[in-house]
Nanobody, 124 residues
Framework: QVRLEESGGGSAQTGGSLTLSCLVS????????MAWFRQVPGKEREGIAY???????GYIDSVKGRFSISKDNAKNTLILQMNSLTPEDSAMYYC??????????????????WGQGTQVTVSS
């Protein structure tokens, strides 16, 4: 059974940092592509960072230089290090795993498995 479990969300001040983790089970973690998405109420889920099967990464412009995605293969965990947080980063954050189709790395349509999300709230 495949399971993705996010953790590490919480509250932070503007300029602060948080580290999100996504523990993966039931998949060949080293081989799969993964991504982080976020969503605020009333808006579509937005892809923000990906880590592909060749260890290449990509980010949307609004988080580039502030967020860093990585994999800890020993712990089957995807990590998102978030620095210089702003209130605009407040959202529910989700990890996604395993591409099931071609398409943008930042599209919700291409990922097969999803976690339940972890909330991030940044105050000014």
């Amino acid at each position: 059974q495949v399971r993705l479990e996010e953790s590490g969300g919480g509250s932070a001040q503007t300029g602060g940092s948080l580290t999100l983790s996504c523990l993966v089970s039931g998949l060949s973690f080293r081989r799969i592509s993964m991504a982080w998405f976020r969503q605020v109420p009333g808006k579509e889920r937005e892809g923000i960072a990906y880590f592909d099967s060749l260890a290449s990464t990509g980010y949307i412009d609004s988080v580039k230089g502030r967020f860093s995605i990585s994999k800890d293969n020993a712990k089957n965990t995807l990590i998102l290090q978030m620095n210089s947080l702003t209130p605009e980063d407040s959202a529910m954050y989700y990890c996604a795993a395993e591409r099931r189709s071609l398409g943008s790395w930042f599209s919700t349509q291409v990922y097969k498995y999803w976690g339940q999300g972890t909330q991030v709230t940044v105050s000014s």
